[in-house]
Every structure is written in C-alpha cells, then in structure tokens.
C-alpha cells in the first residue's frame, strides 16, 4: 500500500521505518532533512513536502508534537485535497480532542475517513513494533486503520467515537506522569537509606508497588540497561511533551468538572522539572528532581 508519514521524530521514525520493514511504500516528510535521510536509509522515500509525501496514498499517518502541528498540517494548505477519495488518514499523535475533532470532521467532509490514534508504549515499542495504539472513529475505519498500524503495534484498541482515542490516551498519560515521578520518589527514599537501586526495583517490581515505570522504564541511572536513564535521559519521551499531555489532562478535567488533584500535582513537578533545564530530556529525569546528589 502507498502510505504517506508525516512527522519522523523519536516515535515516527522507527514507526515509518517499521512500515517500509512489512513491505509498504512509504512516502515520509518531515521539517528536520535529517529525519528524512534516516528514514529513507530504513527503506522509505523522501518527499520533498508533505503535500508530495500524501500525494496519491490510500492512507497517511501524522506523528507530531501537539495539536498546532497537526491542524498545521491537515487544516492548511488543502493537504487533505492530495488524497484521493475514500482515503484513510490516522493520527497518531497525542493531541487535544477539539484538534483531532477538527481534523477527522475536515477530513470526512472532504470524503477522506480519519481516525485519532494515540499510542503508548515509548521508542523501544516504536523501534520494536509493539505500541498499542489507542482509537477514536467510525468501528469501519478503525478495523481499516488496524490493517495499515498492525506492522507497528501489538495492541490495536478501539476507544470509542471520533476523539475517543485522546480522551483514552489522556487519562493514561495522566496515569503514568503520576506513577513515573511516584516511582522516582521511593527509589530516592530507599537510596537514601542505604539501598541499592536496582535491588530495591526487583523487590518493589515483585510486590505491590509495581508498575509500568518501575519494571518497563526504571528512571534510576544504570538499573536498566534500555532505558533514556541508562543513557543520560536521551531520546526517549520528552519532558516537555509529558508537560504538553499534562496540560491536555487538565483541560480535560476542567471540561469534565472531574477532580484530579495527583494529577495536578504531577503537572506541576514536571512543570518545575522541565523548567529547570531537563525539557528536552525524556520525562523519566524527573529522578533528578529528587536530589543532585543521585549519580548515574
Ligand atoms: P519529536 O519531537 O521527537 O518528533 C516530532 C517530529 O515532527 C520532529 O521530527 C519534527 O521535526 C516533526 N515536525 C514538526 N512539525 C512538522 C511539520 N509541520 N511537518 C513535518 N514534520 C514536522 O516527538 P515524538 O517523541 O516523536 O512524539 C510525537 C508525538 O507522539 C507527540 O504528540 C508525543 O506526545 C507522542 N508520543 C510520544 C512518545 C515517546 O515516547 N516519545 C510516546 C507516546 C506518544
């Protein structure tokens, strides 16, 4: 199948790369020339717009930071036009439901299907094919967008109705912000006192205080060999995109007139975190909020 892929950043580049791996052809675009190079030594093609990236695709994937991009992308300069009828056009990136309401009504009105379709699971699940993909749309078009997203995800979920998917992904994201930085707090704690690290993770990963942060994506330095914290916090999920998710969290809850004080709570430690230099390091640095004096 032709695919367009807009956005080849620390998610969409493996994703594409994934794509072209299941025999797709795939057509990529992004700002950064390098991006697009990487992609193609994967065995994509380089377009040199995204209008030529979508031109002609019987589907196109867009995976960008925040909800500005995406309406950018699809809401400005007929983009939607490059794609020919009946054409299915899947978001993958975690944006605010109002965004990816805009862009599926635009895109139906056009006569293009369109599904937001969030994912979970961080680089190592792009690099490896495994992201869940969490969906909002039509049941016809998400059983249509399973076929082009099963090459990069294990777990393909149907949320609910359009925007669905980004309430789901949200209300995750909320989740994980609240168990990352609890983790990084008891793993201070027990330092601290004398532990070790990795000893105290496997102990707390085989009782009840274990969870995705501690077992999957351990934020101490060196207890984990694949994950950003055993590389200096590089790549992985920006700090400053868990800040973006954050504040679409609130909103949300603001919207739903739900409480969620640990979240608010959690917004503001990544907030500080962020603000104190570690914004374009993956969110789990948050360990560092807990005390200079913890070495890596
Ligand atoms: P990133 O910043 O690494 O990548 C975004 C890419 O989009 C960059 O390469 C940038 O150059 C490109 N871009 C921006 N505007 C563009 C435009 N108009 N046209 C073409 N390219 C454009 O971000 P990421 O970590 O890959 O995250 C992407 C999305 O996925 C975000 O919404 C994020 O919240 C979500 N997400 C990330 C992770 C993770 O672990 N990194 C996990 C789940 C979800």
């Not at 944006?95 to 805009?102: F, G, L, N, Y």
């Not at 056009?110 to 961080?122: E, H, I, K, T, Y």
């Not at 070790?196 to 330095?221: C, F, H, Q, T």
Request: glycine content about 14%; aromatic content about 6%.
């Amino acid at each position: 199948m032709k695919i367009g892929f807009i956005g080849l950043g620390n998610m969409g580049g493996p994703m594409a790369a994934n794509l072209a791996r299941a025999g797709h052809e795939v057509w990529v675009f992004d700002l950064v020339r390098a991006h697009i190079d990487e992609a193609v030594a994967a065995g994509c093609h380089g377009a040199v717009d995204a209008a030529s990236a979508l031109d002609g695709c019987a589907a196109a994937i867009s995976m960008l930071p925040a909800g500005e991009h995406v309406r950018g992308l699809w809401l400005e300069q007929a983009r939607l036009s490059a794609m020919p009828a009946g054409a299915l056009v899947i978001d993958c990136s975690t944006i605010d439901v109002a965004s990816a309401r805009a862009v599926g009504e635009a895109a139906r009105e056009r006569g293009l299907r369109f599904v937001d379709a969030p994912v979970s699971g961080g680089t190592a699940g792009a690099r490896a094919g495994t992201l869940t993909f969490i969906m909002g749309g039509e049941a016809t078009d998400v059983e249509a967008a399973k076929a082009v997203l099963a090459p990069m995800g294990q777990s393909l979920l149907h949320a609910g109705p359009l925007g669905a998917g980004q309430i789901a992904k949200m209300c995750n994201n909320m989740l994980l912000a609240i168990h990352m930085a609890g983790t990084a707090e008891a793993l201070a704690l027990g330092v601290r006192e004398g532990l070790d690290p990795a000893v105290l993770s496997a102990i707390m990963g085989k009782s009840s205080g274990n969870n995705w942060s501690l077992e999957r994506y351990n934020p101490w330095p060196g207890v984990m060999e694949n994950a950003p914290a055993s590389r200096g916090y590089q790549g992985g999920f920006m700090t400053r995109l868990m800040v973006k998710d954050l504040g679409l969290a609130m909103a949300l809850a603001e919207h739903a007139k739900s409480p969620v004080p640990l979240g608010a709570l959690a917004r503001s430690l990544f907030l500080l975190h962020a603000q104190g230099g570690f914004e374009a390091l993956d969110f789990s640095s948050i360990q560092q909020l807990y005390g200079g004096q913890i070495e890596g």
